[in-house]
């Protein structure tokens, strides 16, 4: 997929959430890491997705990691 330009700057909390989703971890282990309710990191994916253009984590972990905008763990 081509991307004429560069993706919207996430908040450093998004930050965090797309991180942790692209490590394969679960909202609920993505909230009780950052203390928040999973209520808050579906509405904070929901906001990565939109930003990013992407419509689920795989296509948020290809792209964050393609781009070198997230660090990829093998």
């Known amino acids: 997929?081509?991307?004429s330009k560069l993706p919207a700057e996430l908040t450093t909390r998004e930050y965090e959430v797309a991180e942790?989703?692209?490590l394969g971890c679960s909202n609920r282990e993505?909230?009780?890491h950052l203390g928040m309710t999973i209520g808050t990191v579906k509405r904070h994916?929901?906001?990565?997705?939109s930003k990013w253009d992407v419509?689920?984590?795989t296509e948020l972990?290809?792209?964050a990691v393609a781009e070198g905008w997230l660090r990829s763990r093998s």
């Open 20 to 22: 942790l989703a692209s």
């Open 30 to 32: 993505i909230g009780e």
């Open 61 to 63: 972990t290809h792209l």
């Open 45 to 49: 994916l929901s906001t990565i997705f």
């Open 1 to 3: 997929m081509l991307r």
């Open 55 to 57: 419509r689920n984590r």
